[in-house]
């Protein structure tokens, strides 16, 4: 249902996009969420766009840094990461839910993941 691709090692104040392809068949009217975990911490929220690509919000952590957009006609969600950090270092993960949140739990549909180091 969900397929992340664009991760990779970066140096420190680099770039990278992160893409979720999604199926149009059922997630189409969903809200799509990214979500990062590094080793020994919790799953965190980063970002998450409306179904119809007009509304979106931040975790502050990354507010100003990365930009999340989507493309319908493609099936597609993007996530630009800019002046990315250490920090940043994580499992990137794609999610879809029914209404925009920044919680785990509210998420039906789930990627498998991409990683994202930053070395600095």
């Known amino acids: 249902q969900l397929v992340e691709s664009g991760g990779g090692l970066v140096q420190a104040g680099g770039s990278l996009r992160l893409s979720c392809a999604f199926s149009a068949r059922t997630l189409s009217s969903y809200a799509m969420g990214w979500f990062r975990q590094a080793p020994g911490k919790e799953r965190e929220f980063v970002a998450c766009i409306a179904w119809r690509g007009t509304d979106t919000w931040y975790a502050d952590s990354v507010k100003g840094r990365f930009a999340l957009s989507r493309d319908n006609a493609k099936n597609t969600v993007y996530l630009q990461m800019n002046n990315l950090q250490p920090e940043d270092t994580a499992v990137y993960y794609c999610?879809?839910?029914?209404?925009?949140?920044?919680?785990?739990?509210?998420?039906?549909?789930w990627g498998q993941g991409t990683q994202v180091t930053v070395s600095s």
């Open positions: 999610a879809a839910a029914l209404a925009p949140s920044s919680a785990v739990r509210e998420y039906d549909y």
